[in-house]
């Protein structure tokens, strides 16, 4: 299998973890599907369907009909990647809706690196815009640090009103 990446609508480390453990049952009912299929045992249905999250992973990685040797790969690529990739924690004025979540992970896994890994919070002091802490780094893009930069301007602004 080749290096996985991940699809924007599973973006958090919980969501990643999510994931691994949706495979391991999924994993293990194909198991054991495959092994009442060797016993030519009458019931050889497979007894989980794969989760929505843990179908979206299959169909980045195409694995339409995948095995337990495959499954294993995913597996320690996804550990790989919640152990390795880097996690940035976005901080809103407001809860952005799954659509603007999918953006913003897209937007980080192309000009950042492939696999970034994002949490989302709320705090309306911000007034908009947003705050982005990843490791030891702020960078605050929110209305309200560009306000307090510009005490004159607000100044400014807050006359005319």
Known sequence: MKAFILPDNIYSPDQVSTVVLDLNTYQSALRDSLA??????KNTSLDAEPTALLQDTL????????TPDLL????????TILAQSPIAHITL???PNLLIKKKITG????????????TFSVRTDIGGGAVV????HIYDFS??????????KLAEIASRV
């Open 36 to 41: 009442r299929a060797k016993t030519k045992s």
């Open 59 to 66: 169909d980045a990685c195409g694995l339409d009909h995948p």
């Open 72 to 79: 294993d790969e995913l597996r320690r690529q996804l550990e």
């Open 93 to 95: 004025a407001a809860l």
């Open 107 to 118: 937007w980080f896994r192309k000009e950042i690196t492939p696999n970034a890994l994002l």
């Open 133 to 136: 802490q990843s490791g030891s």
């Open 143 to 152: 209305f309200r640090s560009l306000l307090v930069a510009n005490k004159q």
